[in-house]
């Protein structure tokens, strides 16, 4: 049941040397391609995956984590997930338009994400990092489905120039393997009430 396998995620800051069978990761990053929905599929993001070889691009990317600028997020020395035996980068993408785009756009539509000049606007950026936000949560249901732990990580700069191995923004890092232990959540630290979130509109 789904429910049951979103229950077994767990807040995971560090990971064991043992890595996933690279087959079985290959899988599951193919199963979330075909199912992620995306606006006129045109998925625009990249995902760079540091295998379990990568140890000086993760030793550069932990020290990413720790140089991010104060306005970004405060600085830590706590990201031991960025060295998870598989570790996803995920950056923007110019999308290379389908053939119904390629149809729209003779059309007169616009499709910013598809052109140089307009596809790191804000809008277009915001919608990359909802699809990614997407493929997340499918790709880390598929993990929990094969007992394998994910990790989220924000904290880094993204600024590109900062970074050898990438040439676009980064947006969001998923650390993946299997964990050491998992963090409790800290005292205090509480969902909002339900009430405060959700909120059913009445005519």
């Known amino acids: 049941m789904i429910e049951e396998i979103y229950k077994k995620r767990r807040k995971v800051k560090r990971f064991l040397n043992e890595a996933p069978d690279h087959n079985l990761i290959v899988d599951l990053m193919q199963k979330t391609h075909s199912l992620v929905p995306s606006k006129q599929n045109l998925m625009p993001y990249k995902i760079h995956v ?20 104060s306005d970004e ?15 996803l980068i995920f950056t923007t993408r110019l999308a290379e338009p389908n053939e119904y785009v390629k149809r729209k756009i003779q059309e007169g539509h ?25 493929w997340s949560k499918i790709f880390t249901g598929l993990c929990l489905e094969n007992d394998i732990d994910v ?41 909002p009430d339900w009430n405060e979130v959700v909120c059913f509109e009445h005519e």
């Not at 405060?74 to 031991?80: C, F, G, L, V």
């Not at 616009?110 to 997407?134: D, H, Q, W």
């Open 151 to 191: 990790a989220y990580l924000k904290c880094f700069n993204s600024n590109s120039e900062k970074w050898s191995f990438i040439d676009e923004r980064p947006l969001f890092v998923i650390g993946v393997g299997y964990k050491v232990n998992h963090v409790p959540f800290t005292k205090g630290e509480t969902k």
């Open 73 to 87: 997020y405060t600085q830590t020395k706590s990201n031991y997930q960025v060295y998870a035996p598989y570790v």
């Open 110 to 134: 616009s499709y910013k994400s598809c052109f140089p000049e307009t596809y790191l606007n804000t809008g277009r950026v915001n919608i990359a990092c909802i699809e990614v936000g997407m």
């Open 50 to 69: 540091l295998g379990p070889k990568c140890l000086k691009l993760k030793d550069e990317l932990y020290h990413l984590t720790t140089t991010a600028s």
